[in-house]
């Protein structure tokens, strides 16, 4: 059973500061993704990992994939206060079966 | 270009009433899927359709039916609904590597 863990769950920041987010997943899987929720709303696709390796970029927000560690991370830089949200990565399930498995979240305050 | 649209967007149910949540996406994308999610769980998977005419169990499936009436609708019915049902329900269909979600239903059952 694939099994996507977050951390942390909560995280309250100061503006300008650097933090990383963490997704460790339990079974091999080619894609993981990155979304963000504002509060009662729908997903926002962020980032979609397709390799090992792979690196991508948008703003201050950047994400990596080690496919080995089974590890994707989720790095804020100079963080503002538009980027309070909440953060889910999601990784595929694979081996015959469809759809995403989700991490339960991390809820990130930045504060002025 | 509406994407993923969900209806209801808002609903109170008593329990044992039943009630079908709709589902219809415009971008001609072959699966399409339905997850819950719960204060702190994220979202789980409940059902998905890989193709037209295909449907099969997710994560929690118990207490819901799905039909996938053609390759833009993909609904999902509560029978009777329960109080652990009460739920924001997310609507999502994919082609390739990329999901589009809808903007979700909000139910509670009293």
């Known amino acids: 059973e694939l099994k996507v863990e977050q951390n942390p769950l909560f995280l309250s920041m100061q503006e300008g500061k650097n933090y990383t987010i963490y997704c460790n997943y339990s079974t091999t899987s080619d894609r993981l993704y990155w979304y963000r929720q504002d509060p009662g709303k729908s997903l926002e696709s962020l980032f979609v990992l397709l390799s090992n390796g792979a690196v991508k970029q948008e703003g201050r927000l950047m994400a990596s994939l080690d496919t080995k560690a089974r590890l994707s991370t989720l790095h804020i830089t100079a963080a503002v206060h538009d980027l309070s949200a909440t953060y889910f990565c999601a990784v595929n399930a694979g081996g015959g079966a469809d759809g995403l498995t989700f991490g339960k979240g991390t809820h990130l305050i930045i504060q002025p | 270009n509406a994407g993923v649209t969900q209806t209801p967007k808002f609903q109170v149910l008593k329990t044992g009433q039943s009630m079908t949540l709709q589902c219809a996406q415009d971008m001609n994308h072959n699966s399409m899927y339905w997850y819950r999610q719960d204060p702190g769980m994220g979202l789980r998977l409940i059902y998905y359709?890989?193709?037209?005419?295909?449907?099969d169990k997710g994560e929690v499936p118990n207490g819901y039916n799905v039909s996938r009436l053609n390759k833009r609708e993909f609904s999902l019915r509560l029978e009777s609904a329960a109080p652990s049902q009460t739920s924001v329900y997310f609507c999502?269909?994919?082609?390739?590597?990329?999901?589009?979600f809808g903007s979700g239903t909000r139910l509670t059952v009293v």
């Open positions: 999502a269909s994919r082609q390739g590597a990329g999901y589009t």
């Open positions: 359709s890989a193709s037209e005419g295909t449907t």
